[in-house]
């Protein structure tokens, strides 16, 4: 039985378990791939507060896997595949199954996070952190002074598309359909942005190069004639997809199914709590998952506290 099972080992869920550990409750973090989640798809976080110039990501998830080890919490290798919370029980007891063995907690953290949904084209895995980037955000300064590719046309693409022009010397979004579907006021600002050009009707089809990204080529889907654009960036926002399939829709979650919660991080069953890019939120960012980590902690341990 342990006090909290945290599922997920980003740095949202390694914040957890450093926060858990610190309180001595006794931690368990279950992974399902490795340890570092999305983040360690991009070489470098520039962002990060307390590292002028950028850190590794790979440096800063040993740094944090470190120091949650250090303060107690374990961390196993596991892929889960269900939650099951009796309401019967007072409090709860949660049983955690993955493929090889179940696992008790009196509280959980959901820090499974989100990925990015993919083209699905020719060259866009060869490339990822290569010129390919699902996060303008993280990777805009990496891209000065260069031609960018931005696929999609809803609120998030238009809205990154305009941040990058801060950045990059010409922007097109390419857009499957005739019309983009972002809010009105985005486009509005889009259109009279003169470093965003635009390319509608049409799909990426292949994104191209030797050791990173050169060009993309592009389909009209009315006219299915093929064209070469030429850039050094490709920014895929086509939409984000949480990791919660093994909830199997148990806890209360918006449209697109990330988790609601409250302020403290509480989800729709007591005792079970959410942060990170699991969690339906504006900002999907390391510092926030972080920051909703460490509330999550906090109110896990005061649930523990007070609970009969």
């Not at 945290?6 to 791939?33: D, N, S």
């Not at 696929?151 to 693409?157: L, Q």
Request: hydrophobic residues 45%; neutral net charge.
């Amino acid at each position: 039985m342990y006090d909290v099972i945290i599922i997920g080992a980003g740095p949202g869920g390694l914040t957890a378990g450093l926060y858990t550990g610190r309180y001595r409750m006794k931690t368990l973090i279950l992974e399902k791939i490795a340890v570092g989640g999305q983040i360690t798809m991009s070489a470098i976080i520039e962002n990060y507060p307390g590292f002028p110039g950028g850190i590794s990501t790979t440096e800063l998830v040993q740094k944090m896997e470190e120091q949650t080890r250090a303060a107690g919490a374990e961390i196993e290798s596991a892929e889960v595949i269900a939650v099951e919370s009796d309401p019967a029980d007072a409090p709860y007891v949660h049983t955690i199954k993955t493929a090889d063995k179940n696992f008790k907690a009196k509280t959980i953290i959901i820090s499974s996070g989100a990925h990015w949904k993919r083209l699905g084209v020719p060259g866009e895995e060869k490339f990822v952190g290569r010129g390919v980037s699902f996060c303008a955000t993280c990777d805009a300064p990496f891209f000065r002074n260069k031609e960018i590719v931005v696929v999609g046309g809803g609120d998030k693409a238009v809205e990154e598309a305009i941040f990058l022009t801060a950045y990059a010397a010409k922007v097109t979004i390419i857009h499957r359909r005739k019309e983009l579907r972002a809010a009105e006021i985005l486009q509005e600002k889009a259109k009279a942005n003169p470093k965003i050009n635009f390319v509608l009707d049409s799909v990426v089809e292949e994104i191209s190069g030797e050791s990173k990204v050169a060009a993309v080529r592009v389909k009209n889907v009315l006219t299915n004639s093929v064209v070469t654009i030429p850039c050094q960036g490709v920014f895929v926002f086509v939409g984000i997809i949480p990791s919660t399939d093994f909830l199997k829709k148990q806890l209360a979650a918006d449209n697109a199914g990330f988790i609601i919660t409250d302020d403290k991080m509480k989800s729709s069953i007591d005792g079970i709590f959410a942060c990170g890019d699991c969690r339906s939120k504006d900002l999907y960012q390391v510092i926030t998952a972080c920051g909703e980590a460490a509330q999550a902690a906090f109110a896990a341990h005061n649930y523990l506290l007070h609970v009969k």
